[in-house]
């Protein structure tokens, strides 16, 4: 009989028997023999069991994967097999509060009783099916075979040295032009004869990647090859579930192959030289591997790449409306950002330097405010020290112990008195100190992240070359990481924008969508009513106001003698869309215009609304139903949102769920519209050859920014707007969704030099 032992971090009231449908039977024991203990720790652990006398080792939740292995992601690893005995799993006690993980339970547990009868194993790797290739005649010899393969897709993957193109290097790539085999092939041996060899492999053959956008830009920027057709086995997941985190190519290979980690002896490896040579994790470069340990991981990236894309791409096709996302949005989206990454975003070097010094003037001034305060002073002299304005455990003291200002409630992880953003910002209601703070934060945020971090990264033409996510996001918006996320550029404070600034003789151009959620709702209603309000044009939320609250004025006398009706009537728009309630409005409303807005008042409000534009109500109730019944929906364009929580129990998950898939309905295809405008520029740009006069250099939010020749600002303006006004079904007819632009020396608008008067 096979031996099985379950192993959690305290015994649970859990019956594994129940939840392994008695397909085996087991020995059960617990990391910490204390079950009052709340977190284990290393050396809570007490443990007593000889892993070896067991064929198959269960560990339940992460500290158990930790414990065992050297493994930290229990999602990633969970009904994998690690080094052929141990089968981690989530915990399924978590379903009662997050209905969501329940696929990922079901499929665990298939995985865990298949592997326990013998149904499933993990394939070894052969050097047959993983080759090292680092002669010249070899590498020709598998690239010809790979272009008379009758197979019409190929995998491809780089190993680089860097993260950018213009960082590092490429010290090889990876091929598998048929399945369970491939090659790492060291760039040392590419000749002008094997260039052309790839160049007809690419030409000829559709190309399989794992993150498309990275090797585009190393393949393109180092060789200059070009790729007619490519597909991408990340984004093809993405279609399939939305969820950010979960669309790592090992992740994939472990789901959907028999490979499992094959990745793990070469991690190992890396980890005993970091070790041996006291190297930190961020120091350490890949061409430092050896060939013998690289080939190996190298070449069966591009196997599993082909391996998931066979998986992965049939699933997708035959799902029209996916499909038509992943064709038509994703794939040219890849394209488009990999070439507007390369663009770079311009920055001013000196004014980086001059920002630096302002703003580190700007905290210094504020710190010297804050060290006046009474009970600052008294802190100081009670404590006989000087206050440290970046101590949590300071600053708790003195605005609880010398302010007197009374907790809010909230806690940190370890059960103390939060200080974060949001307590500061409820306190800062009661006392100027908790203001003086966050201002202090802000300022040194803005530093710390932005100024000093740009400058030493810009490259030769100073210009910052950043990351740009299609996968990012469950809505679909863009997303941004790498060396400056562009989605995060601060708002209230014009001075990182103000660096942001165009080459001499260039202008910054920015586009921005006005309105377009709500235009975007009132399309999928089909409220002529609400429609009727963009027709009209002038102030949308005036003209709102006007008509909810029948106004005795014209709408652009509406914010001068009824400012409340319009907050109000603001409020309701963006809120409703989005689920918000009575409530919550009152308070939006009372916050922006400073008077007190009942909830009452606001309720009256919503219905005045809805009567006004009764069939938006009616689509939102459809739209809230279906979610409900399907725990699912898509968006206008074929975007699918998978809300499993409406299963939950708990009415405010619930209704939180549904807010989330209302949200989603008119936010993807907002960002849709600016994406798909902005590509079509990006290739109408390209068709009359003028890319280097009009450069799209990002996407932020509802913007697309470029940096425009002078002489070419008007028609790059005309180009845009045609392309974002584009029906594409989403379309008033004779009012298209409306586009506001602003053009300056800098991304401020000189905002920055207002400001600090310079």
């Not at 080792?57 to 690893?77: D, H």
């Not at 920027?221 to 984004?235: A, G, I, R, V």
């Not at 409340?564 to 409530?583: D, E, L, P, S, W």
Request: glycine share 6%; charged share 30%; hydrophobic share 35%.
């Amino acid at each position: 009989m096979t031996k099985v032992a379950i192993i959690e971090s305290k015994m649970s009231r859990t019956s594994w028997a129940d939840r392994f449908d008695g397909a085996f039977e087991f020995d059960r024991y617990a990391l910490c023999s204390d079950s009052s203990k709340k977190k284990i720790l290393k050396a809570d652990v007490d443990i007593e069991i000889d892993t070896d006398s067991y064929e198959w080792v269960i560990l339940v939740g992460s500290e158990c994967l930790k414990s065992f292995t050297s493994a930290n992601s229990i999602t990633e690893y969970s009904g994998k097999c690690i080094d052929d005995k141990f089968l981690p799993v989530i915990n399924p006690a978590m379903l009662s509060f997050k209905p969501e993980a329940k696929p990922m339970w079901d499929k665990s547990k298939e995985n865990i009783l298949n592997y326990i009868s013998g149904n499933l194993t993990v394939k070894k790797v052969s050097n047959d099916q993983a080759r090292g290739i680092d002669d010249e005649a070899e590498a020709r010899e598998f690239l010809q075979e790979a272009l008379d393969h009758p197979n019409k897709f190929i995998a491809l993957d780089s190993e680089t040295t860097g993260l950018y193109p213009r960082d590092g290097y490429m010290l090889g790539f990876s091929m598998s032009y048929k399945k369970d085999v491939g090659a790492y092939i060291l760039t040392d041996v590419i000749t002008p004869d094997i260039e052309e060899i790839m160049q007809k492999i690419f030409d000829t053959k559709i190309v399989v990647f794992h993150n498309a956008k990275f090797d585009l830009a190393f393949f393109e920027y180092h060789f200059n090859f070009k790729f007619p057709k490519f597909e991408d086995t990340m984004l093809l997941h993405y279609c399939l579930d939305e969820v950010p985190g979960g669309h790592g190519l090992k992740q994939l290979a472990m789901e959907h192959t028999d490979y499992g980690d094959y990745e793990k002896p070469m991690h190992e490896w890396i980890d005993n030289y970091k070790r041996q040579h006291r190297i930190l994790k961020a120091d350490f470069q890949w061409g430092s591997i050896p060939f013998e340990i690289m080939k190996t991981y190298a070449a069966m990236d591009a196997v599993v790449t082909l391996l998931v894309f066979e998986k992965l791409y049939p699933a997708v096709k035959k799902n029209a409306k996916l499909f038509s996302v992943y064709e038509n949005i994703l794939i040219p989206g890849c394209r488009f950002l990999t070439d507007i990454q390369d663009n770079g975003v311009p920055f001013d070097k000196l004014r980086l330097l001059k920002g630096r010094d302002l703003m580190q003037d700007n905290i210094d001034e504020a710190v010297a405010e804050l060290y006046e305060f009474k009970e600052v002073k008294d802190f100081e002299n009670a404590k006989d020290k000087e206050f440290n304005p970046n101590s949590t455990v300071q600053l708790r003291s003195l605005l609880f112990d010398f302010v007197g200002l009374k907790p809010t409630g909230k806690k940190t992880g370890t059960g103390a008195h939060s200080t974060d953003a949001e307590v500061l910002n409820k306190l800062a209601e009661e006392h100027e100190i908790p203001k003086h703070i966050l201002s202090i934060r802000q300022k040194s945020k803005i530093k710390n992240t932005y100024l000093d971090k740009i400058y030493p990264q810009l490259d030769k033409d100073s210009r910052l070359r950043t990351g740009f996510n299609l996968h990012g996001t469950t809505s679909g918006r863009l997303s941004s990481s790498g060396k400056m996320n562009m989605q995060q550029i601060p708002r209230d404070n014009p001075i990182v924008k103000g660096c942001m600034r165009a080459a001499k003789g260039n202008k910054i151009v920015a586009m921005d969508l006005t309105t377009a959620e709500v235009y975007v709702a009132a399309v999928l209603a089909k409220d002529e009513n609400l429609m009727d309000v963009f027709r009209q044009g002038g102030n949308f939320h005036s003209t709102i106001a006007k008509l909810v609250f029948n106004l005795p004025c014209e709408a652009e006398d509406v914010a001068e003698h009824y400012s409340t009706q319009r907050q109000a009537a603001k409020a309701v728009t963006f809120g409703i869309m989005y689920g918000a309630g009575a409530n919550k409005i009152s308070q939006q409303v009372t916050a922006d215009s400073g008077k007190n807005f009942s909830k009452g008042d606001a309720q009256e409000v919503i219905d005045d609304y809805f009567r006004q534009f009764h069939k938006l109500k009616k689509w939102i109730d459809h739209s809230s139903k279906y979610i409900m019944d399907n725990g699912f929906i898509y968006s206008q364009y074929g975007r699918k949102r998978r809300l499993p929580n409406v299963r939950s129990d708990n009415q405010g998950i619930q209704s939180h769920e549904v807010r989330s898939g209302l949200n989603f309905l008119v936010q993807s295809v907002a960002s849709d519209i600016n994406l798909l405008g902005a590509i079509d520029t990006h290739n109408h740009i390209k068709s009359i050859n003028k890319t280097k006069e009009m450069r799209i250099f990002a996407l932020v939010h509802d913007s697309i920014l470029a940096e425009v020749d002078e002489g070419y600002v008007d028609e790059y303006m005309e180009i845009v707007q045609k392309c974002i006004q584009k029906d594409r079904g989403i379309y008033i007819p004779g009012c298209p969704v409306g586009c506001d632009f602003d053009v300056g020396d800098d991304y401020s608008f000189g905002k920055f030099e207002k400001m600090y008067d310079i």
